[in-house]
């Protein structure tokens, strides 16, 4: 991979990170005023593109879905693939 494709990803991975952290910050807070909520789906759609980290991290300072056994297994393992993904990718 090239120096610049390196720094794109760098940036994709660290934007779609901030992202999940929003998302799970705004959906909690929405759940807290009753209001519309982000769905389960497009949580989980954002961690698999490469926002993982980012909804993890948010997941658990927020306290949001740690009691939803799909979330707090469905996310690490996403993380999961993903590093083992790249670790194949960068093996190869």
């Not at 720094?7 to 990170?17: C, E, G, K, P």
Request: hydrophobic share 50%; net charge positive; aromatic share 12%.
């Amino acid at each position: 991979m090239t120096e610049f494709g390196k720094t794109a990803l760098i940036i994709y991975l660290v934007l779609m990170n901030i992202v999940g952290f929003g998302l799970m910050w705004w959906d909690k807070r929405q759940a807290q005023r009753g209001g519309w909520r982000i769905p389960e789906k497009t949580l989980f759609s954002v961690a698999a593109i490469g926002g993982s980290v980012g909804c993890i991290a948010g997941m658990y300072s927020f306290r949001h879905k740690t009691k939803h056994s799909s979330f707090t297994t469905g996310m690490p393992a996403i993380l999961v693939v993903q590093l083992l993904l790249a670790g194949l990718l960068n093996w190869l």
